[in-house]
């Protein structure tokens, strides 16, 4: 078992920077990657970005990258999402996951094991 649990959510005018952790516990010896998902009102929950936990390779959604950077902090087993340059396309409730053991697919939702309670983010125009 892994509980993750999201922090630094709010609100942010446009074009503002928030930076989103998240704070995992249990088994986290286990973990291959982390990832961060998004949910807007009415929309279904999409990929943001993910992390491999051993190795720290990144990848990114389209629509984030360049803007938006993750990394992790193995000591205090934590991972970030640093968000500049927001937009108000970019509110939704992020929530943080756990991919336990083995590779799969970061961007599906169906490859991840364990999720946070999610945070959310709002941007003004």
């Known amino acids: 078992q892994v509980q993750l649990v999201e922090s630094g959510g709010g609100l942010v005018q446009a074009g503002g920077s928030l930076r989103l952790s998240c704070a995992a516990s249990?088994?986290?010896?286990?973990?291959?990657?982390m990832g961060w998902f998004r949910q807007a009102p009415g929309k279904e929950r999409e990929f943001v970005s993910a992390i491999t936990w051993i190795g720290g390779s990144t990848y990114a959604a389209d629509s984030v990258q360049g803007r938006f950077t993750i990394s992790r902090d193995k000591a205090k087993n934590t991972v970030y999402l640093q968000m500049n340059s927001l937009k108000p396309e970019d509110t939704a409730v992020y929530y943080c996951?756990?991919?336990?053991?083995?590779?799969?697919?970061?961007?599906?939702?169906?490859?991840?094991?364990?999720w946070g309670q999610g945070t959310q983010v709002t941007v003004s125009s």
């Open positions: 249990g088994h986290t010896f286990s973990m291959y990657a």
């Open positions: 996951a756990a991919q336990m053991n083995y590779y799969r697919d970061y961007s599906r939702r169906t490859s991840y094991d364990y």
